[in-house]
T-cell receptor, first 113, second 114 residues
Framework: QKEVEQNSGPLSVPEGAIASLNCTYS??????FFWYRQYSGKSPELIMS????GDKEDGRFTAQLNKASQYVSLLIRDSQPSDSATYLC?????????????FGKGTLLTVNP | DTEVTQTPKHLVMGMTNKKSLKCEQH?????MYWYKQKAKKPPELMFV???????INESVPSRFSPECPNSSLLNLHLHALQPEDSALYLC?????????????FGNGTRLTVT
């Protein structure tokens, strides 16, 4: 089982719709979870972090975490064409005695005008 | 604009060349990272420095040599690279190497090895 798994997509939604991005992880002791957005040819940009079970909202973005199910998701409300990008789920794991961030393969989101 | 600055933005080098990638941050972060990203793949961790000491080396070939001269600077020295090393090299920093410190990435250096 891969450490961090995401559907690679592409996920296509119409403008104004809700985009739902999902991620599962294998290591039960993982403690922190991040969503990064990466436009083509650019570097990853942090958009959300979540550390405890439940929902966390920031503007049009909501991150959801369920540690029992080892599942984290990102909802984007009122999707805009500018949201079209690859969304990377990242999980902070302990490697030896040190924390390191491991990324999923990313989900390509396309928002159609 | 990113607060992590990487130079150069683009680099083309031959397999016998020696070059260096540079990264600088002025956010007072104490952890700095090198990631490698191939096209349509996620970033892969190469090295982590915490308080200027190497804390993680992900079994990276010795042709890549990291250096952290001080808490604001991170270098990656390149020597005798192979064409398959062509990729986007990303530098990142975080407040500390712990579970609740998100990484902030620079804009990357796009490396082509000929």
């Amino acid at each position: 089982q891969k450490e961090v798994e995401q559907n690679s997509g592409p996920l296509s939604v119409p403008e104004g719709a809700i985009a739902s991005l999902n991620c599962t992880y294998s290591d039960r002791v993982s403690q922190s979870f991040f969503w990064y957005r990466q436009y083509s040819g650019k570097s990853p940009e942090l958009i959300m972090s979540i550390y405890s079970n439940g929902d966390k909202e920031d503007g049009r973005f909501t991150a959801q975490l369920n540690k029992a199910s080892q599942y984290v998701s990102l909802l984007i409300r009122d999707s805009q064409p500018s949201d079209s990008a690859t969304y990377l789920c990242a999980v902070n794991r302990v490697g030896g005695s040190n924390y390191k961030l491991t990324f999923g393969k990313g989900t390509l989101l396309t928002v159609n005008p | 604009d990113t607060e992590v600055t990487q130079t150069p933005k683009h680099l083309v080098m031959g397999m016998t060349n020696k070059k260096s990638l540079k990264c600088e941050q002025h956010m007072g972060h104490r952890a700095m990272y090198w990631y490698k990203q191939k096209a349509k793949k996620p970033p892969e961790l190469m090295f982590v420095y915490s308080y200027e000491k190497l804390s993680i080396n992900e079994s990276v070939p010795s042709r890549f040599s990291p250096e952290c001269p001080n808490s604001s600077l991170l270098n990656l020295h390149l020597h005798a690279l192979q064409p398959e090393d062509s990729a986007l090299y990303l530098c990142a920093s975080s407040q500390a190497q712990d579970y609740n410190s998100p990484l902030h990435f620079g804009n990357g250096t796009r490396l082509t090895v000929t």
